[in-house]
């Protein structure tokens, strides 16, 4: 609080007509002119107080024009003393500021200068208006008699009178100097030329001095709807409605100064028809011609304003959608080594499932270390990992376990790099999953051996059966009457698919405890042995082989060719009355093979094409002329999972397709073990080769 200032505060209603009365007097931020400075000596001197000062109130601060005796240029503006309440009193004193409630508390006078004494009269407008106060103070207490009462009166008139004339003299000038213009604006028009004219943007010019516009292209002349002739008559604040001449004054001066070499501001911008749009204004000054020139160069903000906001929603939406997910997500910077390698990653957002992950409040979460936050991955191949992926860009998934001696369980970690070198990270406690999965492992390995020994130990009475019957066959000679020996037979034939159902089993049980050592495998040859296999069934088959060129791939050749003898196996099986035409057609994807095999057998149904793959699945009844146990394609479809391939029929075959078409894809390279993904029966059983 300032005891200098009569005038009103913030709330008054008279506000802005006092504002705009300022600005006519263009005495805000002007270099305080020699003549208030002398009015204010005599003050000083002809009352015998220290100081006296020439106060102005503007939006935001007091601002003193002229001073004497104090060295301050400008307060805070809620530091001022005045109050709406003194606005009506012509003359204030306050002989004593200590005594007076409404001021002993005040800076300036509970601290330093430790003023006392304060008088001061409101400057007012011929309008009516007060802009601001003629004021004397002292450092101690004083009385204030009539003639001195009159006496500062009187000098407040002068000072009143002497901003009236000067704000004249400003006007004349002004005057004066526009009859040059029109010469002028053509000179820097040519000066300017074309680009100026044509621009996109708005863009006008000003003079230095009296601000008027001198020239402006067709982007400001057409989107203010302004004629040349009529924007002359112009200033820039008559464009910018809100923008006080002080203020406007404060921007160019630093500019004039040399203290900016441009500035930037936005503004509504008002058309000529009284509609105005958002504006975002340059401003420059060019002192290089005959005139120092302010160049405003306008732009349209309207888009910006739109994308801004549509931004902030979407930035919203995301912040949302973020807080509200259950898994851990958190953006990291890295930070570098002496070598300029990177050490450690910095902690710059984290949703809430992150910070209850960490047990940490945002504040403590922000700016927090990676390797502080898992502890337990150092010394691990993560951090290099996750080095790789913010330096190739690629991100990863693995899953991994964790122990810290505070934390342990099974983590799923996504990583991927940000657009500006960053990290982000996406965590999943996955400690429940990973035990139903090891509960499941467990119970399956248990099914399997339990599957293997029944079908190994079915395996001995049923050859018994067999050799039995046989005998049985042997003994009794020619003496067996036809029926006895056609039920003999049917004996036979059962023991032997028996026989075969339960080796089938034992394949299948003993797949699934299978352990295998990748190895390079070229499946052309593969192909070209099972083909060969069954050369003789094959007859009159046409046969097109189209697989060469393809890079081996890992995996035992022996599963894999098991695959093939299954697939080739069925078509053979599967062949419609029609000579059996067999195609088999390998490709190369930027990450696997994939071989087609396309017959042109009895076909399947689109509706059966997930079925097939089950075991002991059949689309045929017994009896039908197709026999077999539907183990084929489960046993396919294990192996090629084992090799994380996949394996499925192509349904998106044309409508006058005959037969089907199954389609197997294998990896080039194989997933390390415990990596992510649907879990295949064999997975976790291979070995990645050997690096
Ligand atoms: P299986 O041949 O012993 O019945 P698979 O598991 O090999 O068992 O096949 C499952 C079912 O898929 C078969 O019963 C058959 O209906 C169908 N199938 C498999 N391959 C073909 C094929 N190439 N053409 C037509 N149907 C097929």
Redo the contacts with the bound molecule.
């Keep these: 609080m300032c005891p200098c200032n009569l005038v009103a505060d913030a709330e008054e209603p008279a506000e802005s007509p006092r504002l705009d009365a300022l600005d006519d007097y263009e005495s805000l931020d002007s270099q305080a002119d020699a003549r208030f400075e002398r009015i204010v000596g005599l003050a000083a001197d002809l009352l015998d107080v220290p100081i006296a000062l020439v106060s102005l109130l503007e939006e935001d601060r007091l601002w003193l024009t002229a001073r004497f005796g104090l060295a301050l240029p400008r307060t805070p503006r809620d530091w001022a003393f005045c109050s709406s309440r003194l606005l009506g009193e012509e003359l204030l004193v306050v002989e004593d500021a200590t005594l007076d409630a409404r001021l002993a508390g005040a800076p300036l006078v509970a601290g330093a200068p430790g003023l006392r004494f304060y008088a001061g009269v409101p400057l007012v407008t011929p309008q009516g208006r007060r802009i601001g106060a003629l004021c004397v103070l002292d450092r101690r207490p004083r009385r204030f008699a009539a003639p001195q009462r009159r006496l500062l009166r009187r000098l407040a008139s002068t000072v009143v009178d002497l901003t009236e004339s000067l704000a004249t003299a400003r006007a004349l000038e002004r005057k004066e100097r526009r009859l040059s213009l029109a010469e002028l604006s053509q000179m820097e028009q040519i000066r300017y030329g074309r680009i100026f004219e044509n621009s996109l943007n708005e863009i006008y010019l000003f003079d230095a001095l009296t601000l008027r516009i001198v020239a402006a292209n067709r982007g400001a002349r057409e989107n203010l709807g302004y004629g040349e002739p009529e924007l002359r008559d112009l200033t820039p604040l008559d464009l910018m409605p809100g923008v006080g001449l002080a203020s406007f004054e404060r921007l160019l001066d630093a500019l004039r100064g040399g203290r900016r070499r441009s500035v930037l501001f936005e503004r509504p911008q008002r058309r000529k028809d009284g509609t105005s749009y958002p504006a975002e204004v340059t401003l420059e000054l060019d002192s290089s011609g005959d005139w120092p020139l302010f160049v405003a160069l306008v732009q349209d903000a309207t888009e910006k304003r739109t994308y801004r906001r549509d931004l902030g929603r979407a930035l919203e939406l995301t912040r949302s959608i973020l807080e509200a997910c259950q898994e851990a997500i958190a953006s990291f910077r890295p930070l570098y080594d002496d070598k300029g390698e990177i050490a450690d990653f910095e902690c710059l957002q984290a949703n809430a499932a992150a910070r209850r992950m960490h047990g940490l409040p945002a504040g403590e979460m922000v700016g927090a270390r990676l390797l502080d936050l898992w502890p337990g991955w150092r010394g691990t191949r993560l951090p290099g990992l996750l080095r790789e992926v913010v330096l190739q860009r690629e991100p990863v998934t693995l899953e991994r376990s964790y122990a810290d001696g505070r934390r342990d369980g099974w983590f799923r970690i996504s990583a991927a790099a940000t657009g500006e070198g960053g990290l982000t990270l996406v965590i999943a406690d996955i400690g429940e999953q990973k035990q139903h999965e090891r509960a499941l492992q467990r119970s399956n390995q248990a099914l399997d051996q339990f599957a293997g020994g029944v079908a190994h130990d079915l395996q001995t009475p049923i050859g018994q059966i067999a050799g039995f019957t046989s005998l049985l066959e042997r003994h009794l000679g020619t003496d067996i009457p036809p029926k006895a020996r056609a039920t003999m037979g049917y004996i036979a034939q059962a023991t032997e698919n028996m026989s075969r159902l339960v080796s089938s089993l034992l394949d299948f049980a003993r797949l699934g405890r299978l352990t295998f050592d990748p190895q390079p495998v070229a499946l052309r040859q593969l192909v070209e042995q099972c083909l060969e296999e069954v050369a003789g069934e094959l007859g009159e088959a046409k046969v097109s082989l189209s697989m060469s060129d393809l890079p081996e791939i890992p995996g035992n050749a022996t599963l894999l060719k098991q695959v093939f003898q299954?697939l080739i196996g069925?078509?053979l099986?599967?062949r419609s009355a029609a000579p059996l035409a067999l195609t088999i057609h390998g490709e190369l994807t930027p990450s696997s093979l994939r071989i087609f095999l396309e017959?042109n057998?009895?076909?399947?149904e689109a509706r059966h094409a997930e079925r097939?793959f089950e075991v002991f699945?059949?689309?045929?009844a017994d009896g039908s002329p197709?026999p077999?146990?539907?183990?084929?394609?489960?046993l396919t479809k294990t192996i090629v999972e084992a090799h994380d391939g996949r394996i499925w029929l192509d349904t998106a075959r044309p409508a006058t397709a005959s037969g089907?078409r199954f389609v197997v894809e294998l990896p080039l390279s194989l997933r390390e073990s415990g990596a992510a993904g649907p879990a295949a029966p064999l997975r976790g059983r291979c070995r990645p080769p050997a690096a």
């Design positions: 299954n069925n078509a099986k599967y017959d057998g009895i076909g399947i097939i699945r059949r689309l045929h197709y077999g146990l539907g183990m084929g394609l489960a089907s």
